[in-house]
């Protein structure tokens, strides 16, 4: 029997900084080198698609002014077959803004409340800096060591709860909140992450982790075949080095 992956890329219109869309590619790509069939559905503002029924779901960043577009359309409409998905392990990817909406709520520093889905245990409130510039992250994630890089830019520092871990450790910028050192959150298989840059491309374990998480739950115990990453590692070793962490 062959594979395949509905991947749905939420509000791809509106929530897509710093080349997030990236992200579905490599997703899409790298499930095609394996001969893993990929369908991606693009779900915007409105559209009343069962989000259960996906297999990986992705959301990017936005600025608050795209999150105040799509806060009540991402309670109302998407909120409980996405909140579905998430408690039935559904491979999510949640950056910056989305990874906010996400939480419970966010606090701009404008002083507007933007409630969230309210799924993963964080809450966020705008600083009154902006924490700019590339990140390096430790996590443990799959099981090893292992590092990610990314780009983040953002004012809200997000908060997290128990309910929750870290996706990792900053080893170089904010992270979170600029002041734990964490950065990130998981919760069943939702990761949710400040790291724009696109992050797949340059931290391709990452993207295995998600598509192994998909294709395990809809199929049982699956092994990814190795691809030649050489690209994508000297890419992740540049990044590195630009952080002035190797
Ligand atoms: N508007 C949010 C913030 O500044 C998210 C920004 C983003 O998605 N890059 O905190």
């Known amino acids: 029997m062959g594979y395949s992956l509905r991947i749905c890329h939420l509000y791809p ?25 990929v369908e ?18 992705f959301v990017g960043g936005g600025q608050d002014k795209e999150q105040s577009l799509i806060c009540h359309d991402f309670r109302m409409v998407k909120g409980s077959s996405l909140a579905e998905a998430i408690e039935a ?65 953002h004012s809200g520092q ?7 871990r870290p996706l990792g450790r900053v080893i170089s910028g904010n992270g979170n909140n600029g002041q734990d050192r964490t950065e990130g959150a998981v919760y069943r298989n939702t990761v949710g992450t400040y790291l724009h840059g696109s992050l797949l491309p340059k931290n391709p374990w990452l993207a295995d982790w998600l598509l192994t998480q998909a294709l395990q739950r809809k199929y049982g115990e699956v092994e990814l075949a190795a691809l030649d990453d050489e690209l994508e590692e000297s890419a992740h070793r540049a990044a590195l080095r630009r952080a002035g962490s190797q």
């Open 13 to 37: 219109d509106l929530m897509n900084l710093y080349g997030d869309r990236g992200n579905v590619m490599v997703l899409r790509q790298r499930a095609l080198w394996r001969g893993i069939g």
């Open 40 to 57: 991606i559905i693009n779900v915007s503002l409105g559209d009343r698609t069962d989000l259960a029924e996906c297999d990986i779901i």
């Open 89 to 153: 392990d559904a491979a999510v990817l949640a950056i910056c803004g989305g990874y906010q909406l996400l939480g419970q709520k966010y606090l701009t520093h404008t002083g507007e409340e933007m409630p969230g889905l309210g799924v993963i245990d964080v809450w966020t409130r705008g600083g009154t800096r902006r924490l700019i510039g590339n990140v390096v992250i430790q996590s443990d994630l799959d099981g090893s060591d292992q590092t990610l890089v990314g780009f983040e830019n």
């Open 158 to 164: 997000t908060f997290l709860g128990s309910g929750v």
